[in-house]
């Protein structure tokens, strides 16, 4: 039976999955709509504004995606109450770029549509109503005795871990496909072909990356199936983790090197795509990598 933490966890992962799963929708029509022929009869302006909501998705997304890797490398799969709490925070901070991102799409849309006022007005609007919604109203509804983190210090059955692990790789491989799917779209389009070439070999390798990634998170499950007859094991445990993790290394890549893309794509100008590329995966890997190695638990793992 699923103790207190564990069922509290287990429910953390699957309002993540939610989440992304918007936020992954917002995120390929972002990339996606750079490469539309009515995309170069927008105002500069707007073309700035789409890269912005661009980067701003892709903080919520990295955001959202965190706590699976904190998870796994800080809390080596324990249901414990650190855990807990990190999801819910990374829940938190995810949905201020998601409603950001949000409005900015808005209004690029908007002001397609009907001009720049009403572009402005619309961003301001589904912004608002995001914050309102996602933040106010969960202040005003807050309750102390719902946000108590259970106490619970037992080590988490093997079969939990393994269920928590397969739901951190459905939390992670939405954005992961979504990308991969706008990626090879991208290449038949004009605007692509009219890139420079070395422009168009960054996005082939982060579209390789990305649909590198994509396999590792789905290899646990066949590994599950397949090697391990669907029975839960130690070592399918050892191995479906690292799978897990090695995964978001070619992911983070991939998506930076799409944003270099786009940014060269509206701005024309490659320092600054660069610098983007590089802001956005120094991000990636210090949210998945670097910070939850530097606030590892102090769990008791005999399985590994």
């Not at 990190?86 to 949000?102: D, E, H, K, Y």
Request: hydrophobic share 55%; with cysteine; glycine share 8%.
């Amino acid at each position: 039976m699923k103790s207190e933490a564990e069922k509290k966890l287990k429910t953390a992962l699957d309002e993540s999955r939610l989440l992304i799963l918007g936020a992954q929708v917002l995120f390929g029509f972002l990339f996606q709509g750079v490469f539309q022929e009515a995309f170069e009869k927008l105002p500069f302006g707007a073309k700035v504004v789409q890269c912005f909501g661009l980067l701003s998705i892709s903080l919520a997304v990295s955001l959202l995606m965190a706590p699976s890797l904190h998870h796994q490398i800080a809390f080596k799969g324990e249901s414990v109450p650190r855990a807990i709490t990190n999801a819910s925070r990374f829940a938190g901070f995810s949905l201020l770029p998601l409603t950001v991102g949000i409005g900015l799409a808005a209004a690029v849309v908007f002001e397609h549509l009907y001009g720049p006022n009403v572009g402005l007005a619309a961003g301001a609007v589904f912004t608002g109503t995001g914050l309102v919604l996602f933040y106010g109203l969960g202040a005003v509804l807050r309750e102390r005795k719902f946000i108590q983190m259970p106490e619970e210090n037992e080590p988490t059955p093997l079969e939990i871990k393994i269920e928590h692990m397969l739901t951190e790789a459905r939390v992670i491989i939405p954005g992961g496909q979504a990308l991969l799917g706008f990626q090879f779209v991208a290449t038949l389009t004009k605007a692509f072909s009219d890139l420079p070439a070395s422009v168009q070999n960054v996005h082939v390798a982060g579209l390789c990356a990305v649909a590198l990634s994509v396999m590792l998170l789905m290899t646990p499950a066949a590994l599950h199936r397949i090697a391990f007859a669907g029975e839960n094991s130690r070592k399918f445990f050892r191995i479906g983790s690292r799978f897990v993790v090695s995964a978001s290394v070619p992911l983070a890549a991939g998506t930076a090197a799409d944003i270099y893309v786009v940014f060269v794509k509206v701005i024309e100008n490659q320092s600054i795509a660069l610098t983007a590329a590089s802001a956005a995966l120094l991000i990636m890997l210090g949210l998945w990598f670097v910070l939850p190695a530097s606030t590892g638990a102090d769990v008791t793992d005999g399985e590994r």
